[in-house]
């Protein structure tokens, strides 16, 4: 009995050190791949502040003066104008503000407006009488075969 109450305990004692074993293993992947998203971060906030710096010498004011100066000739820069500013009150209205039209999807499918019915009534025509052919059809060449035909390109 005790024999076998030993190998019980032996075999119970190898499936813990494999798991044990087998989630120590996932946690050092996983540690590896929180160091590398870590990096990358790092990588990409050294990027956006390298870009934030160049974006700051690339728009100095003495800097863009100085390139107005040279190029002025060839651009032919002008100022702005106070009044090609608009204020807030001067821009289009939203379109939640926008007047409802008076008739709805459901009476315009219906036909009840006099240019709705019309148009549907033009839709119906067109549909009734089939629309003439616009595609070319190509002429007939008669006996002449198509591998006899020289372009010129080819000297025999």
Known sequence: ML????????????????VTYTIKHRAELKLEEVRRLQTEIRLERDTIDLLKADWALQTQ???????????????????????????????????????QPETSIEQLIAGADDEVAKAIRGVAAAKASPPASRIPVPVARGAVRVDSISTGSVNR
């Open 61 to 99: 004011p003495n800097r863009l003066q100085h390139l107005i100066g040279a190029y002025n000739q060839e651009l032919q820069l002008a100022a702005t104008d106070p009044t090609q500013l608009a204020q807030a009150n001067e821009l289009p209205m939203l379109k939640s503000q926008l007047p």
């Open 3 to 18: 024999r076998s109450f030993d190998i019980v305990l032996i075999g119970v004692m190898t499936a813990t050190a494999v």
